[in-house]
């Protein structure tokens, strides 16, 4: 089972249900659940019209994702993985003009609520992307200045927009929250 972008709800990966995933469909929900890490072909997918002449122009998800490291969830790659073995090579941004501006610095998260911390690593973020990509429409860059949801990433805002689309799944969650709470302050009563 995975998660659909655009709902909080978990979306079947049987087929029938692809067509719910949303625009990227594909890389959530074609993936064949009882065969592991085999992709559904474009045809098959429920997302693509499989009468299309265009059709023939696009990478099988096959083809394109099973060259990369495996990772055991989401669309079944190790991006990260990927990047650092130069298997792949991300633009900055949309637009191919952005300098990468790697920040070395780590952000601790949901420093009050019930799940362990999750502890943001902006290297692993820069080296993918600008600054800009996320800041200052996503994030603004403002300590404090960002409510931050679980309802709203599974609805595919905040981290949810690459989250549970390309990036691994928001069904991961310790994979963010990864940190340790420190133990309480007690002061000992007589």
Do not use: Y
């Amino acid at each position: 089972m995975s998660w659909s972008r655009r709902s909080a709800e978990p979306v079947s990966t049987s087929p029938g249900s692809r067509a719910r995933c949303g625009l990227f469909g594909l890389l959530l929900c074609g993936l064949s659940a009882a065969a592991g890490a085999q992709w559904t072909p474009l045809a098959r997918d429920e997302v693509h019209d499989p009468a299309s002449p265009a059709l023939g122009l696009l990478q099988e998800p096959a083809e394109a994702l099973s060259r990369l490291p495996p990772d055991k969830a989401g669309n079944m790659v190790d991006w990260m993985r990927a990047l650092n073995e130069g298997a792949i090579k991300p633009r900055a941004s949309l637009k191919g003009d952005a300098t990468v501006r790697l920040r070395e610095d780590e952000i601790l998260l949901n420093k009050n609520g019930g799940m362990p911390m999750v502890r943001f690593p902006h290297r692993s973020h820069t080296q993918w992307l600008d600054c800009a990509n996320c800041h200052e429409h996503l994030f603004k860059s403002k300590v404090g200045a960002n409510r931050l949801s679980m309802l709203a990433m599974l609805q595919g805002e905040q981290c949810g927009v690459c989250h549970g689309a390309v990036s691994f799944p928001l069904t991961e969650c310790a994979r963010c929250h990864n940190t340790p709470r420190p133990p309480p302050n007690r002061t000992a009563t007589k």
